[in-house]
């Protein structure tokens, strides 16, 4: 028997995925008087703005994994991180950044835009936008792994790892485009690309001085490398935490042919080509959906019959800032739509 949305949903709104454009999206719906649950399989907030400590004390040096730093060009944006409570944790990076010339020397690099990151950490940014949609009376529920969504009359059936069924009139999906397509199935627009390129990520302790903080390695093997303890509100510690990030197509070969650990050691080598380096690695992690392949996107997806919506980097040219826009503007859209139309449904 089909089961209408009205009667039986708990929620005005889904959102699977705790991200940044998740988040984003949320905080636009649950401000606008939706009731609304975010999922998230991680154990906190914030995606692939990931940070992880050396040890569990919560004054151990920490390191960002995955995003190293965040525009603002969007007064959009700026404003909404201003907004927040403990907007002070989003500070300009001072980072001194250089560039692997082509005869292998390293040179300065002039920036040309403003760089921020989060004291603290780069998953300060999920914990913030967490923060203000539950304060704003949304619901959000980690360590939720959705396995499969179904739609039921007007109605879509979210069910989780361990069989806990949600009802909601609304789906946002805001998970990288590849999650979002293997979840959705048939339902996953056809207009949309989900190809993303992966990123193997690394973190060593150096302890020798560089002269840069932030290195655009310019390598086969390394695009980037980041001085963690040049970031604010870092404690510092025995030799600096760098975290190194391979190149799309190096990292796609390793993970296809299953040599990640001799990937690892060939980003070693490489990072070692800056000089004497004496490194010993902390940490490693694998994403396997980094970043989108395309750069032209349309912003979000919006299906208003279905009631089902996309968001995330992957919709919007990549970045944090394009994540956080894809999943702001969905939610005005979908805002705005709900109070043009009565009953609970804003899809
Ligand atoms: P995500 O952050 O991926 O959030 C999706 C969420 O969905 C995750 O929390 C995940 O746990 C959850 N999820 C997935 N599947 C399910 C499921 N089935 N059930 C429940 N939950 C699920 N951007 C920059 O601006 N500057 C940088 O320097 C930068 N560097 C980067 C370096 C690396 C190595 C990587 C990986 C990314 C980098 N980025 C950078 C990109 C930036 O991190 C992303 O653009 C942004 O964080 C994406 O946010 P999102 O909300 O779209 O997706």
Request: charged share 20%; hydrophobic share 40%; aromatic share 6%.
């Amino acid at each position: 028997m089909k089961q209408e949305c009205d009667v039986q949903s708990t929620w005005d709104a889904i959102v699977i995925g705790a991200g940044v454009a998740g988040l984003a999206a949320a905080q636009e719906l649950v401000l606008a008087g939706r009731s609304v649950l975010v999922l998230d399989k991680a154990r906190r907030p914030g995606g692939r703005c990931a940070t992880r400590r050396t040890a569990p004390a919560p004054d151990a040096p920490w390191f960002d994994l995955g995003a190293q730093y965040f525009t603002q060009r969007d007064a959009r944006f700026r404003e909404a991180l201003e907004a927040l409570p403990g907007a002070a944790v989003f500070q300009l990076w001072q980072g001194r950044l250089g560039a692997v010339s082509e005869d292998g020397s390293l040179q300065p690099s002039s920036p040309d835009h403003r760089r921020y990151v989060c004291a603290g950490g780069m998953n300060a940014l999920g914990r913030s936008l967490a923060g203000a949609v539950v304060a704003a009376g949304g619901e959000l529920q980690t360590g939720c792994h959705v396995v499969a969504v179904a739609r039921e009359g007007s109605c879509w059936v979210v069910t989780d790892a361990d069989g806990q069924a949600e009802r909601a009139s609304c789906l946002v999906v805001a998970i990288p485009g590849p999650q979002a397509s293997e979840l959705l199935g048939g339902h996953f627009p056809r207009t949309c690309s989900p190809d993303m390129t992966p990123c193997l990520s690394m973190v060593v302790r150096v302890q020798e001085t560089l002269d840069y903080d932030g290195i655009f390695m310019n390598d086969p093997v390394l695009d980037w490398a980041a001085n963690n303890h040049s970031k604010p509100g870092h404690p510092g510690g025995d030799g600096a935490l760098w975290t190194l990030h391979a190149q799309p197509d190096f990292s796609a070969e390793a993970l296809a042919t299953g040599a990640v650990e001799h990937a690892h050691a060939s980003m070693l080598r490489a990072f070692r080509r800056l000089g004497e380096l004496t490194l010993q690695p902390v940490a490693t992690q694998s994403w396997r959906f980094a970043r989108p392949a395309q750069s032209a996107a349309p912003g979000f997806y919006r299906d208003a019959d279905q009631g089902l919506a996309l968001c995330g980097d992957w919709l919007n040219g990549g970045r944090v800032e394009g994540a956080w826009l894809s999943g702001h503007q969905l939610g005005c859209e979908l805002a705005a739509a709900a109070a043009t139309r009565p009953g609970p449904a804003g899809g």
